[in-house]
């Protein structure tokens, strides 16, 4: 056996606490790098090829085991050494998915160009490629689109990496993935996963390059508008603007019946009510599902968004939408200035009376004096 051979060549090559440590490594069994340390009087001593040798032949034959162990140990020594020599092609590939999670690059370049079983860029369908994206690992993501033999497509898993890159916010391997020369990665892939999560985490930069990509962009309105609807919803008002005004594909401001203006009323954000509004083609209408967003907007007290919508230059919302929903919440909740805009509407003014006075009652019960009085004026 190897420890054996370890052992009888042991006094000539190694020193006596090495190899007192050699001989109770394999008295007791050790088999993760953990124990090792346990049982190793002289830790920082150890010849770290044997170890490694050692460690592997207790995990028959295995080496990313050891090698997890090792990297989660800071042993990057004893790293270097199992990757220098893998003992197959499988465990080399493993190894690889491994240290392109981490970012250790030259233990991926020492993979890829062992003597024997190296490991193969594409391994997996090219799951290290998707792992090194993932965390943003640009060295190692160039160095497998790059490899000599057996490079990763940057479409590989119909666009996994680019997903990945686009949702982590790692925008120099969006680019990179883009910008490859042999099988780039779709900016449209996934019916535009890429572009939807981007838009959500209000990466203009990700965002501008899927939009233009010179091959197989991304389509604004992908997926129904639902980037738009993403955006709108946290007030990424750059993302909403360049999806809005995309060359080609544009969102629908008036996607899915309107949605994205009612999130965006619900959250307040203002600025982008505006410009669902005013989109010069397919704009938002204020008065979308029969005032959804009015009634939002009264009941989180966004007073600017509610006079947004009543103002609207076309399709106005009507304040008494809903059998005055709008008044009712803005009455329970306190809101006096937007209850008085609801009132005195120019036109479609809400009902102090509404559902039966219930506007009255709740601003009765929540002790909201001046709406009261308000609402008592309106019914005389």
């Known amino acids: 056996m190897e420890g054996n051979q370890l052992l009888t060549q042991g006094p000539r090559t190694l020193p006596a606490e090495v190899l007192t440590d050699i001989v109770v490594l394999h008295a007791q069994g050790v088999s993760t790098l953990g124990d090792a340390r346990i049982v190793c009087r002289s830790w920082d001593s150890i010849v770290t090829k044997n170890i490694g040798r050692i460690l592997v032949q207790r995990n028959r034959g295995r080496m990313t085991p ?29 190894a690889l998915q491994l240290v392109a999670k981490g970012g250790h690059a030259e233990l991926a370049r020492l993979l890829l160009e062992a003597p024997q079983h190296a490991a193969q860029a594409d391994c997996f369908d090219g799951d290290a490629l998707v792992q090194a994206a993932a965390f943003g690992n640009v060295e190692i993501v160039r160095m497998l689109l790059d490899a000599p033999q057996h490079a990763a497509r940057a479409d590989c898993l119909n666009g996994k990496a680019l997903v990945k890159a686009a949702l982590f916010g790692r925008t120099e391997v969006v680019r990179l993935l883009l910008d490859t020369p042999q099988h780039a990665a779709h900016a449209d892939c996934q019916d535009g996963e890429a572009l939807l999560l ?32 993403e955006a709108a919803t946290l007030g990424h008002s750059d993302v909403v603007r360049m999806l809005l005004d995309a060359p080609e594909h544009a969102a629908h401001a008036d996607s899915l019946d309107g949605q994205a203006l009612v999130v965006a009323a619900q959250y307040g954000h203002a600025e982008v009510v505006c410009m669902l509004l005013d989109a010069p083609q397919h704009a938002a209408r204020a008065d979308c599902k029969d005032g959804r967003a009015l009634v939002l907007a009264a009941l989180n007290g966004h007073t600017e968004v509610v006079c947004t919508l009543l103002d609207a230059p076309r399709h106005a919302a009507h304040a008494d939408c809903q059998d005055g929903q709008a008044l009712v919440v803005a009455a329970q909740c306190g809101h006096t200035e937007i209850a008085r805009m609801l009132l005195d509407a120019p036109q479609h003014a809400a009902r102090a009376d509404c559902q039966g006075g219930k506007a009255l009652l709740f601003a009765s019960l929540g002790e909201h004096t001046q709406i009261e009085l308000m609402l008592r004026q309106s019914m005389i």
Do not use: F
């Open 66 to 94: 050891i090698l997890e162990s090792a990297l989660a140990d800071g042993k990057l020594q004893v790293a270097v050494e199992l990757v220098s020599a893998p003992g197959s092609e499988e465990d080399a590939n493993e």
């Open 198 to 229: 981007a838009a959500y985490n209000g990466n203009t930069n990700i965002v501008r390059m899927l939009l233009n990509a010179p091959q197989h962009a991304a389509y604004a309105d992908c997926q129904d508008g639902q980037a738009l609807l």
